[in-house]
């Protein structure tokens, strides 16, 4: 495995980008959740 | 279709076959030709992976789903970024460091060989049957819109493909997949703009929405703990997650997509992009779907979509019957219109637009019966409303240009398809049990035979599939018959120190386990990932404690 691989460009680690992920999923379903029954 | 559409859509079929051969020029073995010489960056790949799963009818589907049934279909996606997750911690790093072809090459060097070329074949069968419905499913539907023949639509659209696999293996793929997924969005936003833009001047966004709210298009959540009710919550969640988890993780289609990554780093970050734009890509289709919907409150929606198929009924039916059946569609059209304009005013007036809605449905569901009545088939034209909505509103090239996106997402599944299941065929067992020496030029050249036999079966399935009838169905769900299976046996290799035998068994035992939920019916389709794969893996550990012994060498 390269140094390359040890890094992601983002966030600085791998696990900080796995939370970015969940925590961005957790976002989107928030958002399509309220978007469904927003009152318009 | 206009001259300009033609001239659009010829532009991008020759210009996508010519790209393709001129991408993939200068293929010297199996390493280029397969994985192309693992160079490629993280965005081309993520592209790719998008573009592969993007087939034309989950394009033209869903969107008529969201016409018909709202947007409770975008739970399929919610599981796939914690299986992105799971997948980059996981397999991804296995699969990459033990520089392997194919995902079952790694089930070798894990387990057996016969593990390996089991898993590999159980692959085969799956994708190599499904990928003649890939061909023919849009066929149906772009041959209506271009006035062209079931067939002759498959020949287009399946040899176009072939060359460009055939001659550039998977640089090709993976660089058309990038264009064709670039096309891809361009048509997204292009419809989801028209479909804002061409709504009633004095219907406004909000509106609009208002309306397809009030009618239930609008609904995604439903979070029913029946384990046979299609799209709930947690059927996406967690069937989701084991459908993606085995999809993007054993699937040799997508898994070669990332194995031509120049790095880890590459790989991982290519499947990190799609869980972190495939959610929000879904919704913007699904809400373009819920937005022709309530385009056609206030343009007369025909009484059929399949135009041909209206066009029979009109000439087999008897006289009176249609008539009847066209004046109560229009009148309850009107109705529906009205509500629809007073509910734009006035959101009280939400129970009696549901009224009209369900005047229109009902008098709708009188026309699909007595089509099927007429031709003696079951009917259903979901696929056929996204596709006469841009014929009928398009101008000027750009319906041309969104059948060519159609296309695209036809082609760009089909390449993947192609190009995996001759790496499959190639690394799995010729080389493996055939001809496991031979020189690069020779490689190459049964590489592409192999390919071009896999594009000709392709097409003879497609060709073929009418004749097969209702056998498509079951052709068409067989995937998900065994991908669970697959996905448990890589959980027992990366996961456990379970020995070989038990692992073969224990695919064995999962098989039967979801054959019998497939013909039990006793839980939705999503459920057999999560069955399949789990049984593999309780049958695998339970076995490995049976036959006693010490355990096998460790995973890493």
Same mark, same amino acid.
């Given at each position: 495995m390269d140094q390359e691989d040890d890094r992601p460009p983002l966030l600085g680690s791998w696990p900080r980008l796995y939370a970015a992920v969940v925590i961005w999923l957790a976002v989107v379903m928030a958002g399509i959740a309220l978007f469904s029954r927003w009152p318009f | 279709m206009a001259t300009a559409d033609w001239v659009v859509l010829g532009v991008y079929l020759v210009g996508i076959v010519a790209f393709g051969m001129w991408t993939g020029r200068g293929s010297r073995g199996m390493d280029e030709f397969f #994985?192309?010489?693992? &160079? !490629?960056?993280w965005w081309a790949i993520g592209l790719s992976v998008m573009a592969t799963q993007i087939s034309a009818i989950t394009f033209v589907g869903t969107t008529g789903q969201a016409y018909t049934d709202? !947007?409770?279909? #975008?739970?399929? =996606?919610?599981?796939l970024p914690t299986a992105m997750v799971i997948l980059c911690a996981t397999l991804v790093p296995f699969f990459y460091r033990a520089r392997v072809f194919t995902a079952y090459e790694y089930l070798e060097k894990r387990f057996d060989a016969r593990t390996r070329s089991l898993t590999s074949l159980l692959f085969l069968f799956g994708r190599g049957l499904s990928v003649g419905v890939t061909l023919y499913a849009p066929s149906l539907v772009l041959g209506v819109i271009l006035g062209w023949s079931e067939n002759l639509t498959i020949l287009v659209m399946g040899l176009s493909t072939i060359v460009y696999v055939v001659y550039g293996g998977n640089r090709s793929v993976i660089w058309t997949d990038v264009v064709q997924m670039a096309l891809i969005w361009f048509g997204i936003f292009l419809c989801l703009g028209l479909a804002l833009a061409s709504l009633?001047?004095?219907? +406004?966004v909000r509106d609009a929405l208002a309306v397809a709210q009030t009618a239930g298009r609008l609904r995604v959540m439903d979070t029913s703990? +029946? #384990?046979?009710?299609? =799209? &709930?919550l947690w059927s996406g969640l967690i069937g989701g997650l084991f459908l993606a988890l085995a999809y993007f993780g054993t699937d040799q289609s997508q898994v070669q997509r990332y194995l031509a990554g120049k790095s880890l780093t590459q790989s991982r970050l290519s499947l990190l992009f799609n869980a972190f734009v495939k959610v929000p890509m879904q919704f913007m289709i699904l809400l373009t779907g819920a937005l022709v919907f309530v385009f056609y409150h206030f343009h007369e929606p025909p009484l059929l979509w399949n135009a041909p198929a209206l066009a029979e009924l009109a000439q087999k039916a008897p006289p009176g019957e249609l008539a009847v059946l066209r004046a109560d569609f229009a009148r309850a059209y009107e109705q529906r219109r009205e509500a629809a304009e007073r509910l734009a005013l006035d959101r009280t007036q939400a129970e009696p637009y549901r009224a009209a809605q369900r005047e229109v449905d009902a008098v709708r569901a009188r026309v699909v019966a007595l089509e099927e009545r007429v031709s003696g088939r079951p009917y259903n034209d979901t696929n056929y409303i996204f596709p006469t909505y841009i014929l009928s509103t398009l101008r000027g090239g750009l319906a041309g240009l969104v059948i060519a996106v159609i296309f695209a997402a036809a082609m760009s599944t089909l390449s993947g398809e192609l190009n995996s299941l001759a790496t499959a065929t190639m690394v799995d067992f010729y080389k493996r049990y055939f001809r496991p020496v031979a020189s690069d030029a020779e490689e190459l050249l049964t590489s592409r035979a192999l390919t071009a036999v896999w594009g000709g079966f392709a097409i003879v399935v497609a060709l073929r599939a009418r004749q097969l009838g209702s056998a498509i169905e079951t052709v068409n769900r067989f995937g998900s018959y065994v991908y669970g299976p697959i996905l448990g046996v890589f959980a027992l290799a990366v996961l456990t120190r379970v020995r070989a035998l038990p692992a073969f068994v224990g695919i064995l035992c999962g098989e039967a386990v979801v054959a019998a939920l497939a013909v039990s019916g006793i839980v939705h389709f999503l459920w057999f990932n999560v069955f399949g794969a789990l049984s593999v893996v309780l049958c695998g550990l339970l076995i490995d404690r049976l036959i006693g012994s010490p355990p096998a060498v460790s995973p890493s």
């Open positions: - | #994985l192309a010489g693992r &160079t !490629m960056k709202g !947007m409770r279909f #975008l739970v399929v =996606y919610f599981g009633p001047e004095h219907v +406004s703990p +029946s #384990l046979q009710k299609p =799209y &709930t």
